[in-house]
């Protein structure tokens, strides 16, 4: 994140200068790959599953201060589970998911599994607070990151392997922060929530943002820093 609160790309070789914290600081990080493959683009329905859900372009700019966005909106009339998803298999180990996330009409995300034991943490989009609304077997931590403009980054960290059969990853949204509203409510056909960048990685912790703009996954090597001058400054 650049002094302006934006997500910028730096040229490789260069250090990265991290302001997350309000002063510049060298992001260090180890290799991490965002399996998902169409981390921008939730139009792609060879890679999203919507469900009582449609998602259109939005004018609204973007953590990296593009319009790169979209609108989350649940089909008219009462239904639940409205959600984009995709199926992951035999995955093992440690995984963090996590999405870009910004107040619209709605003011809640969630991410979670569906298959049983159950797991989902409810965002709030206002307060930049959370709730564990189903602990699974699969749930380790969630945690929810102020950005810039309104949004933040909300993430979930799980075991996929102790989500029963098909290890399906979702993003939700709903009226409520309990989580029970997902079950079921009333959606009007233009309301919604903001999303952008999605990334689920082998990790325990959530890595600074990985784009898959090309349709594959995407692998940021480790960083490392040597020679770094006075140690009293850097």
């Known amino acids: 994140v650049n002094e302006q609160g934006l997500i910028e790309e730096v ?3 260069l250090p990265r200068i991290d302001y997350t914290d ?3 600081s060298w992001l260090l990080e180890p290799t991490s790959t965002n ?3 169409s981390s921008e683009d ?3 329905g060879g890679f999203w599953n919507t469900t009582l859900t449609t998602v259109a372009t939005s004018t609204i700019v973007s953590p990296d201060g593009l319009q790169g966005s ?3 909106v649940p089909d008219i009339g009462t239904g639940g589970n409205r959600s984009l998803s995709h199926n992951y298999l035999s995955l093992t180990g440690i995984h963090t998911h996590t999405c870009f996330a910004k ?3 709605y003011n809640y995300l969630m991410l979670r599994t569906r298959n049983g034991p159950n797991t989902g943490v409810m965002f709030d989009l206002v307060n930049g607070t959370l ?3 189903a602990a699974g077997a699969s749930y380790v931590d969630s945690k929810i990151e102020e950005y810039t403009n309104g949004w933040y980054r909300c993430s979930i960290t799980l075991d996929p392997s102790l989500v029963n059969s098909v290890g399906q990853l979702y993003i939700s949204m709903s009226v409520g922060i309990t989580g029970t509203e997902t079950n079921s409510f009333d959606g009007d056909g233009t309301s919604g929530i903001y999303i952008w960048g999605s990334q689920f990685e082998e990790n325990s912790y959530s890595t600074s943002y990985i784009p898959t703009l090309t349709g ?3 692998t940021r090597v480790a960083d490392t820093a040597s020679g770094s001058g006075n140690s009293t400054v850097i």
């Open 11 to 13: 040229a490789s070789g």
């Open 22 to 24: 309000g002063s510049g």
């Open 103 to 105: 107040k619209g009409e």
């Open 216 to 218: 594959t996954t995407q």
């Open 35 to 37: 399996i998902i493959t």
């Open 131 to 133: 709730s564990v609304n």
């Open 42 to 44: 939730f139009s792609n």
């Open 70 to 72: 979209y609108k989350l």
